[in-house]
Nanobody, 118 residues
């Protein structure tokens, strides 16, 4: 089992920034992919970004549009999502995920709320 702990969500004004973090613990994989998904009210869950243990990052550009950056710290089994230029449509619950390298998510965090509002 892998346990994911997310932090960093909250309320921010449009144009502001937030940094989400997710730490993984437990029976970790030798090579892995961690990522962030989000789900807004009444909408389907969607991919935001992923990063591998080898530091390969992928983004859903329809969502990110050059505003978000995902990074990882292998020594701490942690990934971060730096979100800049936030818009009201970024309001959602953001979920951290963990998987074997290149695979679909096996583990999901409990989610952290991000609200963008003035």
């Amino acid at each position: 089992q892998v346990h994911l702990v997310e932090s960093g969500g909250g309320l921010v004004q449009p144009g502001g920034s937030l940094r989400l973090s997710c730490g993984a613990s437990g029976e970790l994989f030798a090579v892995w992919t961690m990522g962030w998904y989000r789900q807004a009210p009444g909408k389907q869950r969607e991919l935001v970004a992923t990063v591998s243990s080898g530091d390969t990052a992928d983004y859903n550009q329809d969502v990110v549009k050059g505003r978000f950056t995902i990074s990882r710290d292998n020594t701490k089994n942690t990934v971060h999502l730096q979100m800049n230029g936030l818009k009201p449509e970024d309001t959602a619950v953001y979920y951290c995920t963990y998987a074997w390298y290149g695979s679909s998510p096996t583990y999901w965090g409990q989610g952290t709320q991000v609200t963008v509002s003035s």
